[in-house]
């Protein structure tokens, strides 16, 4: 796949944004393991873990996309971007739109399912 160019349902961000997203996975990660670091040594309780969903949500979108080089958001909203951050151009075919805005629910359902797993193991390991 040439990284530089879009393909629909496959491909919406190049160079810059993947680095972006690359930061936001490595910043959620940080912020979830500092969590559960201090939720364990403060001897938190085990509900209070479902405030880790939030960085655990960022660190798995974060991968997810920078690994797919594709953005969930860019894919609602009909864009991409392979030039410098901000700059977005339009998707102008509905059809592929329509496979983008698919892709995009995906990244948000499997990103889901890896924060609630997280959030989960934090929760279990907490209440043991």
Do not use: H, W
């Not at 990660?29 to 500092?34: D, H, K, N, R, T």
């Not at 201090?38 to 939030?54: E, G, L, P, R, W």
């Not at 509905?94 to 609630?116: H, M, W």
């Amino acid at each position: 796949m040439n990284s530089a160019q879009y393909q629909p349902g496959v491909c919406n961000i190049g160079g810059a944004e993947v680095q972006r997203r690359k930061r936001v996975a490595q910043i959620g990660s940080i912020l979830f393991i500092a969590y559960a670091i201090f939720a364990f040594y403060t001897d938190m309780q085990s509900s209070s873990a479902v405030f880790s969903f939030i960085p655990a949500m960022l660190a798995a979108v974060g991968f997810i996309q920078s690994r797919r080089k594709f953005c969930f958001a860019f894919g609602l909203l009909g864009t991409f971007n392979f030039v410098e951050l901000g700059k977005l151009s339009k998707v102008a075919s509905p059809a592929d739109i329509a496979a983008d805005r698919k892709v995009a629910l995906i990244i948000i359902g499997q990103s889901f399912l890896i924060a609630l797993a997280a959030t989960s193991l934090l929760l279990l390991a907490l209440s043991l």
